[in-house]
């Protein structure tokens, strides 16, 4: 049995993990702005990463096997329109939030022998796309952290990201409100389809596992063939 870390783990890609984790055994602990129906076994403590507060890093065991940092947002709006401070709370959001938890449970993660951290970026930082500016311009920085965190913390600490593409959760609710939506999303996809919490929940919960242990310093493409074909 691991011990995980899920931050942002009460909704979407992070509620699907935390329940494949719970399902292998594991012990997980979340910390996230709101419980919503986290089950019993969960270990909740309530943080806003965008917050003044430091991250309640008492509130993890002297040992954490890994880190998954979920929070991200989908600010999609032309460059015009965009103010400066709409990519520094891009930026506050899916860089900073991620460095405070990882240092904050950096000397926990330290002695595990199967430390690992996990990301996510968006297709969008590979593969140029109208309206994505604030958001690609702050998970292309979350990539270079990733690959500097992979050199800095080998051997002890594998870092990995995923990159996915439009997935089905409670962030995206309002591009696939309606049918027709839903379907102009799908048909920009190679597969036709979007994802689902689950698809990519099983990546992470793979490179949390021993059998990702010779994986480091990637950016794991699931984007239904977006970012390549």
């Known amino acids: 049995m691991a011990n995980y870390l899920i931050v942002g783990g009460s909704s979407g890609i992070g509620r699907a993990l935390v329940d494949q984790l719970l399902e292998a055994g594991h012990s ?11 089950p019993a076994s969960v270990s909740f403590t309530a943080y806003d990463v965008t917050g003044e507060s430091d991250p309640p890093k008492d509130s993890i065991t002297d040992e954490l096997d890994g880190l998954v940092y979920c929070p991200g947002s989908i600010n999609l709006k032309s460059f ?7 990519f520094r709370e891009s930026f506050e959001l899916n860089v900073v939030g991620a ?27 590979q ?8 958001v690609a311009a702050s998970k292309g920085a979350l990539e270079g952290l990733t690959r500097s965190l992979a050199a800095e913390y080998a051997p ?20 696939l409100a309606t049918e027709d939506k839903r379907q102009a999303s799908a048909d920009r996809h190679p597969l036709k389809r979007v994802a689902d919490a689950s698809e990519i929940a099983a990546m992470a919960a793979f490179l949390l596992s021993e059998r990702a242990a ?16």
Not at 215 to 229: K, N, W
Request: glycine share 8%; hydrophobic share 45%; proline share 6%.
């Open 80 to 86: 015009r329109s965009l103010k400066a401070s709409a």
């Open 28 to 38: 997980v602990s979340v910390w996230a702005r709101e419980q919503r129906d986290l």
């Open 127 to 134: 593969r140029g796309m109208p309206f994505h500016a604030s």
């Open 99 to 125: 460095v405070r938890c990882l240092q904050a449970v950096e000397r926990p993660l330290k002695k595990s022998p199967l430390g690992a951290v996990v990301f996510f970026s968006t297709v969008a930082v």
């Open 214 to 229: 010779f994986m480091t310093g990637q950016i794991v493409g699931m984007d239904g063939g977006l970012g390549a074909l």
């Open 156 to 175: 002890n600490i594998r870092v990995n990201a995923i990159a996915p593409s439009l997935t089905d959760t409670p962030l995206a609710e309002k591009l």
